[in-house]
């Protein structure tokens, strides 16, 4: 039996992660959201796409700014969250790397928290490059590195450093903290023909209640920690966990668990 490709177990995972998504890993998503559409400044009647949309949150804050959004995805279930989320907005499914939009259509593209998902990034930047306008503006997010102050990051692949196996055996997928490096966003942006590419940092939060909520996040609303983590022994994966719930506590204040979720934002613009 053939083994699923990266691109295939994202969408799959992504499929099986809609239900919980808006209850838990959204609400660090969402936090990005304002300022991403910030940096396209007015956005009264523009046209304006979010790829990798997921349950709809970015397309329906642009549209309450006026523009006239709409959003793409690879999840159908994520997709029927966000036309029930927000009826009015039109949401289809699609491949980032292979849009089905005519050329120079939309005037700005937003991609919060996507290209870490897609199996060839620079596909789907180029394919956004290719259905912009001249004059219009692409922008998008991603996580920084464990090593760059991201508590989730850090405290769930330290776990798994020192209780598993890193190195499992995985279809082979890219970098994950690829674009947690602002001289590679701009150079990716860049090689796909944007000009004046801007970089800056967003300080995001995770804040819990309690410890073993951190484990519900991982199995219930992202992909890529589960791949990794089900791909264990048994015997490792609880070793694991206990790290991980042992570990939140160090982010303990008070009576929350706060954890710094930190990202790059990349904003850049099609020559006109």
Not at 42 to 54: E, F, M, S, Y
């Amino acid at each position: 039996m053939l083994k699923k490709t990266f691109k295939q177990l994202e969408q799959s995972g992504w499929r099986d992660k809609a239900a919980a998504y808006d209850d838990i890993f959204a609400l660090i998503t969402r936090q990005a959201i304002s300022p991403l559409l910030d940096g396209f400044g007015d956005l009264t009647g523009k046209h304006l796409l979010d790829v990798a949309c997921g349950t709809g949150h970015l397309a329906a804050e642009a549209t309450q700014r006026g523009a006239h959004a709409e959003g793409t995805d690879f999840a159908d279930t994520m997709l029927a969250k966000a036309s029930a989320n927000y009826p009015d907005i039109a949401f289809y499914e699609g491949d980032a790397e292979n849009l089905f939009y005519e050329n120079a259509l939309f005037d700005a593209i937003a991609c919060n928290f996507g290209l870490l998902h897609f199996e060839n990034a620079d596909a789907a930047i180029s394919e956004m490059y290719r259905v912009l306008r001249s004059g219009g503006q692409f922008a998008f997010t991603a996580w920084c590195s464990p090593d760059q102050g991201c508590d989730f990051m850090r405290l769930v692949w330290s776990a798994v450093q020192a209780h598993g196996n890193p190195d499992v055996d995985l279809p082979p997928a890219p970098p994950m903290f690829r674009f947690a490096d602002s001289a590679e966003c701009k150079n990716a942006v860049q090689a796909a023909g944007f000009s004046n590419p801007e970089v800056s940092r967003l300080e995001l939060a995770w804040t819990a209640n309690h410890a073993d909520e951190i484990i519900e996040l991982i199995y219930k609303s992202v992909v890529r920690a589960p791949m990794v983590l089900e791909a264990q022994t048994l015997e490792a994966r609880e070793r694991i966990h206990e790290a991980i719930i042992s570990g939140a506590e160090e982010f303990r204040s008070g009576s929350k668990i706060e954890m710094a979720f930190p990202a790059m934002m990349t904003i850049a613009t099609k020559p006109g």
